[in-house]
């Protein structure tokens, strides 16, 4: 899910396209702060949640 290039099933809600690269940017951006970046879903088609999470200060 957080690979690059890596799409799960079909395209956007209004038929736009996508790279893949989305939440593999989101992954790398967060770590680079030091945080997590975390996906839950209750299965096919019950949409997901993602939680991100920061540290208060980065030493």
Same mark, same amino acid.
């Given at each position: 899910?957080?690979?690059?290039?890596?799409?799960?099933?079909?395209?956007?809600?209004?038929?736009?396209?996508?790279?893949?690269?989305?939440?593999?940017?989101?992954?790398?951006?967060?770590?680079?702060?030091? /945080?997590?970046?975390?996906?839950?879903?209750? /299965?096919?088609?019950? /949409?997901?949640?993602?939680?991100?999470?920061?540290?208060?200060?980065?030493?």
């Amino acid at each position: 899910l957080f690979e690059r290039f890596t799409k799960l099933g079909r395209e956007g809600t209004a038929g736009e396209r996508s790279t893949g690269m989305g939440l593999y940017l989101s992954r790398k951006i967060v770590e680079r702060h030091q /945080g997590t970046l975390q996906a839950c879903s209750e /299965g096919v088609n019950r /949409g997901a949640t993602f939680t991100i999470m920061l540290p208060d200060s980065v030493s």
